[in-house]
């Protein structure tokens, strides 16, 4: 069987016309066998090992004899999908010379039906180890005869998972129904750690997370992808020129603006500039458009550009602080300093490093700074408690006396680490910790790599790396992942995103080893994956009492998919097996009143102020008089009077009052629509024909105006300028 998975692997692939993927994929075969055995041996030179490679050194050397394990007794508990190098330790340790012993948490609901996949693994080993006297199968019957509450609740949204979840802990703690120290909430989605801390309840008193947030769905990791992604595509108006300044894509500096840790620095200040950029629809623009924002109107040219300048170049520890009253905060200058300057940087890669530093390092300055006050109120210096007699009278003045006569000493040295820093910092000091481990190999091997490798670099390093949290693991509310609760019984559950590719997770391709080539060497599968998946869920349900299972019911939003294949197991299966399990199935909607009420208005009226009436009056044009500047007059285009004609109180905040929604990313207009080509089309026209107004129009006439291209482009330029359009001739916009 092992033949005929490699030989069909191969034979897909043993044809004349392979495409250039195929060819690619070859390649990398060819030289994996070479970079493997050395990869390998540069890692045991270096004493260095990942986990699977550390496990099987262990257990070669324990097979032959060089290794002794240190323990009188062994227990391998808990465990149900083994790797090779697991089963060769558990037939080590169970051997008559060595005294281990196994125990296998199984139950009897998926361990005999050979089509449930919880029980995948376990009936192959009950097969290899079933007479073993080291091994302990006691099947248990809690899935099929014990009381279970078993609610499946639909939500949709992971905010409706998270509030939902809130309400429940708010009722079980005010009711006391269930102990909530027996209570653990198990998120099948990370993402939702945050939603579910903002839900919960007062009443909550104590909470336990046992799990770590990926630093990859951070704020701050987009914030610094955007930072990236802002110098990737920022554009010279003369790109010969190395020194000449950048031009800066307008939504992503939005987005960067927009980003919780920014706004935390100076949130009016970020306010008013992504009001200006959106209000007057700039697609692209120089740093000073932001920067002028947040100076004063009494710094001059020259101050400005000496501060800017300063924080370009100088370290974070000597930045001219003193000028914090000009300019609002150093970090804006550091964000779009010009990275793309050879003179300065020899890539783009090491300009992009030294931003991402300096970033994290005034973002840590700022979230510190209150604990930092702290700690200084707390260093009390009191010249009394100085004695500076000789060493002898310091060791007998070293402990005082009191009334009674009892001995003490006093100490006065302030409690720092009782101080816990705030959760913004720790994220930061993790991600500066991570760039500082990138940025020092890239020196040890001399590696100078582009803006694109540095950023693939940087994400693959936080792939796998969390943000790890700290509490009281025997007290209050538990809150972990679904891996974290292997092994783990509690009373009372709420599992959070039990949808399919959640629970069990989707498939996962990231590998070089094809699925045939998998089977053939017993490599895990994602059918495998699927089947410890089972059992993890199975096993959350054996002794466990009151049960929530919340799904949402929004499919392919936020990336969930329907309801897990778990559920319509319990529903078909798992019920007719046990009739002592209590289940409802319900779909919760936002709540609605019980007798809504119908909100009734009075006629809206807006009174004519004679502020409005003149701005009215302007529309009025007579059949002798035409719209001048002049005189403010203004013609009614078919669009405003269908407005009027539909909703008067629209055409009254739109074309009186003027209004616009402003700070929205999305308002801002790059391509050239059917209305705002309509606007430029008829300002443009009316551009070229005012002056000539008094004059008949001949054909004779418009030759002329066709033979002047600049005095259309003019006019041209002016209409885009007049409706708020920066990039009138850059691609689609230019064949318009």
């Known amino acids: 069987e092992q033949l005929s998975f490699i030989k069909e692997f191969w034979r897909v692939l043993e044809k004349e016309n392979n495409t250039d993927m195929e060819k690619e ?30 496990q099987k050194i262990i257990v070669e050397q324990l097979l032959n004899g060089t290794l002794q394990l240190p323990f009188e007794h062994i227990v391998w508990a808990g465990f149900s999908s083994l790797s090779t190098t697991e089963r060769l ?9 060595q005294n281990g012993y196994v125990y296998w948490d199984t139950d009897s609901y998926y361990m005999n039906d050979e089509r449930q996949e919880a029980g995948y693994f376990l009936r192959q080993y009950y097969k290899m180890w079933k007479n073993h006297d080291r091994h302990n199968w006691d ?9 279970k509450q078993i609610r499946v609740v639909g939500v949709p949204l992971k905010v409706g998972k998270a509030k939902y979840t809130g309400q429940v802990l708010e009722q079980i703690v005010d009711h006391k129904t269930l102990d909530i120290v027996e209570t653990t909430i198990v998120l099948g989605d990370e993402n939702l750690l945050f939603p579910i801390l903002y839900a919960l309840p007062s009443n909550v008193e104590k909470l336990n997370i046992t799990m770590g947030y990926p630093l990859k769905n951070t704020p701050l990791f987009q914030l610094l992808e955007q930072i990236v992604q802002l110098h990737k595509i920022a554009v010279k108006n003369d790109p010969k020129d190395p020194d000449a300044r950048p031009l800066y894509y307008a939504k992503t500096v939005l987005h960067i603006l927009n980003n919780p840790f920014i706004k935390s620095l100076e949130k009016d200040k970020v306010e008013q500039s992504i009001n200006y950029i959106t209000r007057n629809n700039k697609i692209r623009l120089y740093p000073e458009s932001v920067y002028a924002r947040f100076l004063k109107t009494t710094v001059t040219d020259t101050q400005k550009e000496a501060y800017i300048k300063q924080i370009q170049q100088q370290k974070v520890e000597e930045l001219p602080f003193e000028l914090y009253e000009a300019f609002i905060h150093p970090i804006f200058a550091v964000l779009f300093k010009d990275i793309s300057q050879p003179k300065i940087y020899p890539t783009p890669s090491v300009g992009i490093i030294e931003v991402f530093e300096k970033i994290l390092q005034l973002l840590y300055q700022h979230f510190t700074a209150e604990i930092l006050q702290k700690i200084d109120a707390n260093i009390k ?68 790599v582009t803006l694109d490798t540095f950023w693939k670099l940087f994400k693959q390093v936080l792939q796998e790396q969390r943000l790890d949290f ?58 495998d994956h699927d089947a410890a998946a089972a059992y993890n869920f199975y096993h959350l349900l054996q002794r466990s009492q009151n049960i929530y299972l919340l799904y949402n019911t929004e499919i392919n939003v936020m990336g969930d998919q329907e309801k897990s294949r778990f559920i319509l197991q319990i529903e078909n299966e798992l019920l007719p097996q046990n009739p002592n399990i209590s289940y409802l199935s319900k779909i919760v909607m936002p709540p609605l009143k019980n007798n809504p009420k119908v909100v009734t208005t009075g006629k809206i009226v807006i009174p ?15 059949d002798t008089t035409e719209p001048d500047e002049d005189t403010n007059n203004k013609r009614i285009f078919p669009t405003a009077l269908l407005t009027y004609i539909n909703c008067p109180v629209e055409f009254y ?3 009186v009052a003027q209004l616009k929604d402003v700070g929205n990313i999305d308002d801002l207009v790059e391509d050239i629509d059917n209305r705002l080509f309509g606007n430029i089309l008829h300002r443009t026209i009316e ?22 291209p600049k005095l259309i482009n003019r006019c041209l330029n002016k209409a885009f300028e007049d409706n708020l359009f920066e990039i009138p001739k850059e691609g689609k916009n230019a064949l318009i």
Request: glycine share 4%; charged share 25%.
């Open 25 to 54: 994929f070859i390649r990398i075969w060819e030289i994996l066998g070479n970079v493997y055995p050395e990869f390998k041996e540069t890692l045991i030179k270096k004493q260095y090992a990942y986990e699977g490679m550390a």
């Open 89 to 97: 330790f558990i037939e080590y340790i169970t051997q008559d010379s």
């Open 139 to 147: 099947a248990q019957t809690d899935l099929t005869q014990a009381r």
């Open 381 to 448: 210096i009191d010249e009394e408690n100085y004695n500076f007699a000789d060493d002898e009278s310091d060791e007998q003045n070293s402990d005082t006396t009191d009334q009674d006569g009892d001995t003490e000493t006093q100490v006065s040295e302030p409690t720092i680490a009782e101080v816990s820093l705030p959760i913004e910092a720790e994220l930061i000091y993790n991600m500066l910790k991570h760039l500082h481990i990138i940025e020092s190999t890239l020196k040890d091997y001399r590696q100078i």
């Open 470 to 527: 700290i509490g009281e693991p025997v007290r209050g509310l538990q809150l972990m992942g679904f891996l974290e609760t292997r092994v783990l019984d509690f009373k009372n559950i709420i599992l959070l995103a039990v949808n399919e590719g959640v629970i069990p997770a989707s498939k996962s391709n990231a590998t070089f080893i094809p699925f045939n080539l998998r089977r053939a060497f017993n490599m895990p599968t994602n059918s």
């Open 608 to 622: 004519k102020t004679p502020d409005i009436i003149d701005i009215l009056s302007q529309y009025q044009v007579s």
């Open 653 to 655: 905040w739109r074309y």
């Open 687 to 708: 551009l070229l024909y005012k002056p000539f107004n008094q004059y008949p129009i001949t054909a004779a006439f418009i030759q002329k105006l066709l033979d002047n």
